[in-house]
């Protein structure tokens, strides 16, 4: 003979059954892993509620959230050229325009050359470079291609050539004084200046350039060594003469 239908004890059953497996996800949600190297900033009810460090680090599930940011690591920006092969082919349909604009430059001679350079940096103040900007990563790409920009329209393409390190540092400079200006989050480790050269089309006529101003100095410099030998000599016989 079948037992009676029993409502309370088949609610009491989904109940025991039901209840651990929500303790459990619970407790999974509510514990979460801060790595060393990195911070946790905690929001609640999507305000900023604090920041942890690195451990096993405790929140109040569906109430709070965290996110996890790494402030080691020194993170790299290339301009004008891609050294990661995996970026490359990711970005092939768009990279040969994209690599272009972004080194071809106009010095303040009025010369057309490409500028590849390298920008590092790393996060400093967590919340800052959560809630203060929307992309870290453009913010870093926007201002430093913008002053690197001014810096080269200001310079003749020999003095590009020569002081490219003065050039990097007041780049870092700038760049790091507008990062702080808008409570970026971010420091700056090193900026640097790579290859300089004219545009390809232009490449052999450039080249021929600087082919004729080597000649020239190499003629100058000749015709000094020539006058500093013949010149004190001359007047030294003129003085025996006398």
């Known amino acids: 003979k079948r037992p009676p239908f029993s409502p309370d004890l088949n609610a009491r059953k989904i109940f025991l059954f039901v209840v651990p497996i929500l303790v459990a996800i619970l ?10 190297g990195e911070k946790g900033v905690v929001l609640m009810l999507g305000k900023y509620s604090k920041t942890t460090s690195s451990g096993l680090n405790f929140l109040i599930p569906f109430v709070e959230k965290v996110i996890i940011v790494d402030i080691e690591t020194i993170r790299k920006e290339e301009f004008g050229f891609r050294s990661n092969a995996s970026a490359r082919n990711a970005e092939a349909a768009r990279s040969t325009r994209t690599l272009d604009t972004e080194s071809l430059m106009l010095t303040g001679d009025r010369n057309v050359i490409n ?3 390298v920008v590092q940096y790393k996060v400093n103040k967590p919340t800052d470079f959560i809630f203060n900007i929307r992309d870290g990563r453009a913010a870093v790409r926007d201002l430093s291609e913008m002053v690197i920009r001014r810096l080269v329209g200001n310079r003749d393409f020999d003095y590009l050539l020569q002081e490219r390190e003065e ?9 790091q004084e507008k990062l702080n200006f808008y ?8 900026v640097q200046l790579q290859d300089v050269t004219p545009p390809t089309p232009v490449r052999p006529s ?14 100058v410099n000749e015709a000094q060594r020539v006058y500093n030998e013949q010149i004190p000599k001359a007047k030294g016989e003129a003085k025996k003469v006398l």
């Not at 407790?27 to 060393?36: G, R, T």
């Not at 050039?167 to 760049?175: C, P, S």
């Not at 409570?183 to 090193?190: F, N």
């Open 27 to 36: 407790l999974f949600k509510a514990f979460y892993q801060v790595q060393p």
């Open 167 to 175: 050039i990097a540092f007041e780049a870092l400079k700038e760049i």
């Open 115 to 117: 500028l590849n350079w």
């Open 183 to 190: 409570k970026s989050g971010v420091d700056l480790v090193t």
């Open 206 to 219: 450039f080249n021929e350039v600087n082919e004729a101003d080597q000649d020239r100095t190499r003629l």
